[in-house]
């Protein structure tokens, strides 16, 4: 699928991979430039331990890590407008301060996501000044931001070996 399409010129291509250090990563990564990897957890401790394995095994094959983004963050009661922290609070956050990586933002848990999505109306297009629309725009920019950064350092790097 990835090598026999025509993807023209794309300026992202994101793949999402299941959770851990199976074949598909590996064969992903043997198989198609990699620009970097974002990671994806809840902030459970033990969702960001599979997490931890599945970057360092990326580290090793010295594709850059892009950043953490925390899925499920926190549930907002839409009676009493607290937030509920379901799975934990700021694992992702803690996940990327102690191994040194950039936390990319949080998307909370919301039904109104899942309704989206199975409607074909996200919530950026049917509510796009909502905090989930919000959340996913953060989350976005940071994604892009971090695009942009490691692809000028690929840049300078080729131009660094052409050079040498």
């Not at 198609?32 to 599945?54: F, H, L, M, R, Y």
């Not at 607290?82 to 609070?89: A, L």
């Not at 909502?130 to 131009?159: H, I, P, W, Y």
Request: net charge negative; with cysteine; proline share 7%.
């Amino acid at each position: 699928f990835l090598v026999d399409t025509n993807w023209s010129d794309l300026d992202y291509l994101i793949v999402d991979l299941p959770p851990g250090t199976g074949d598909i990563p590996l064969t992903l990564a043997q198989t198609i430039p990699i620009t970097g990897i974002v990671v994806v957890t809840t902030p459970q401790d033990v969702a960001s331990n599979i997490a931890v394995k599945a970057f360092g095994m990326f580290q090793k094959l010295n594709i850059p890590i892009m950043g953490v983004i925390e899925n499920m963050s926190y549930f907002t009661c839409p009676k009493c407008t607290e937030k509920h922290y379901i799975f934990g609070k700021d694992g992702a956050k803690r996940m990327s301060e102690k191994h040194n990586l950039q936390f990319l933002g949080g998307i909370p848990l919301n039904p109104g996501i899942m309704e989206g999505s199975d409607s074909g109306r996200p919530v950026l297009v049917s509510d796009p000044n909502s905090t989930m629309s919000q959340s996913f725009m953060t989350v976005a920019k940071n994604v892009a931001a971090r695009c942009s950064v490691l692809a000028s350092q690929l840049g300078d790097e080729m131009k660094d070996t052409a050079a040498n």
